[in-house]
DNA sequence: CAGGTCCACTGGTAGGATAAGTTACCTCAA
DNA sequence: TTGAGGTAACTTATCCTACCAGTGGACCTG
């Protein structure tokens, strides 16, 4: 198959370099990017590009930017949005870090049971006929990639059945986390996604508004396929420490 | 007092134009944006200001750029993340929009005991005691501004404590919606805020790192401080409700 | 030595020129 | 008639230069 080449411009390359510094601790907190006319000259590029990028860094509340004085970058724990979590998610030399991943599979999980529930008191019957529809698709679903996507669109809808706008952001940026690890998700979580007797579970529960059920029965769905994540990155976790041991 | 006053540059003023565009619907999701430079033209400023500002909506997940073809409007719903919060709390006339405003203390409802419960895994004595130095320092507050900013202090110490990028960098986004209601959460939460036996038994159960019991007695703290809320939400909601039929 | 002035930086804004990509439409041959 | 290809008129992308505006330190000066 073909897949679109990506494109990336001048101020994307300057911000992704940049970023980057910062999220690998390069450039820590406190500190001073260079000037914008020294940044343009040392990378090559124009002015207007840094300054675009900078904009970026600002919008995603990465560096603080300041009128006559340096730009100073700013402690990202403290200060970013989730949206960095895809950075954060891997070092610099493309492994998974551990740390970050376990981070997001406990949100996760703490999260879909409430989900489950508010879905079940706010979702009403038109949320309950697109879950039942999507569980018919995973029923005749036969590819792991077409049970992975469909399932992850239930999950959509039951966030958008739980009319909570909080949750519907912060479920965005976990998606755009997820997304450079969909095939591997797909391997993980194969067991897991077979359980339609959950999914089907969980549209008849917000059906009926059963809060509490809905939630319970997510839970354990929920805990059982963070298990198979966990499990996967403990592995990883032994398999990288002792690629490291032998290096070493 | 003074206050800071804040300076807006004009790719600022351009941005928040466009991003209020596109939350108040003016701006519908797939509609375009007019050229970069029928917009510098519009108002008056150069296409570079235009450009910055663009970038900083493509930053937030509000609008796609696409190299040769129209800049299109994304639905927020579906792309941005957290950090637009702040912007979807308050209508066009300052009103807060109330379905907003409960969304945001239910994921705060939600994560909150498994905050504390992963702090007590995770944190230790280190934490334990610093928790314990701001249950002091509440202890000897007498202004209620003050209180509630250490009570906030004592949360982001357990956000930090859990050890969970993906709670902090949520956490920091919420952080950024509640700043501009802060004089009003601290009337809110006033009675809520002097129950400084919770914030005590949290650090203890930290200590001793009791993951459930610091669940429960989070559950109970955050249930009560949340149905101070909601009940403040509920005032407010049939106030404008009937401000809006004297008016009609 | 406090207070003010100046200067050498910083980021902010403007406008123009050109490159590169997209889209709609028009032309022309099969 | 239809479809392939080219062209013209847009779009965003990039760069350049010039200048405005704010900051902070060096350096005078009373």
Do not use: C
């Not at 730009?71 to 990202?76: E, H, N, S």
């Not at 879909?112 to 979702?123: R, W």
């Not at 969980?202 to 198979?228: F, Q, T």
Request: charged share 30%; no cysteine.
């Amino acid at each position: 198959m073909f897949k679109a080449i990506q494109k990336r411009s001048v101020s994307d390359e300057v911000f992704d370099q940049l970023r980057n510094r910062i999220v690998y601790q390069e450039l820590k907190a406190g500190e001073e990017l260079p000037s914008e006319r020294l940044l343009s000259e040392m990378l090559g590029v124009s002015r207007n590009a840094v300054r675009e990028a900078i904009k970026r860094l600002q919008q995603a509340r990465l560096v603080e930017v300041k009128h006559g004085g340096m730009t100073t970058v700013l402690d990202y724990r403290r200060e970013a949005s989730a949206d960095l979590l895809p950075s954060l998610l891997f070092d610099q030399d493309g492994q998974i870090q551990v740390d970050a991943a376990r981070s997001i599979v406990r949100m996760r999980q703490v999260l879909s049971p409430a989900i489950a529930a508010d879905a079940a008191v706010n979702g009403g019957a038109a949320t309950a006929d697109r879950l039942d529809a999507l569980v018919d698709d995973m029923t005749a679903a036969v590819a792991p990639v077409d049970l992975q996507r469909l399932a992850f669109e239930f999950w959509e809808e039951l966030v958008d059945g739980s009319g909570n706008i909080a949750y519907r952001l912060a479920f965005n940026s976990l998606r755009k986390t997820y997304e450079p690890l969909w095939e591997l998700l797909t391997q993980m979580l194969d067991r897991d996604l077979r359980k339609l007797d959950s999914f089907r579970g969980l549209a008849m529960l917000v059906r009926e508004g059963k809060a509490d059920e809905a939630a319970e029965l997510a839970r354990d769905y929920i805990d059982g396929s963070s298990n198979a994540i966990n499990q996967f990155l403990d592995l990883y976790e032994q398999h990288t420490q002792n690629h490291l041991n032998n290096n070493a």
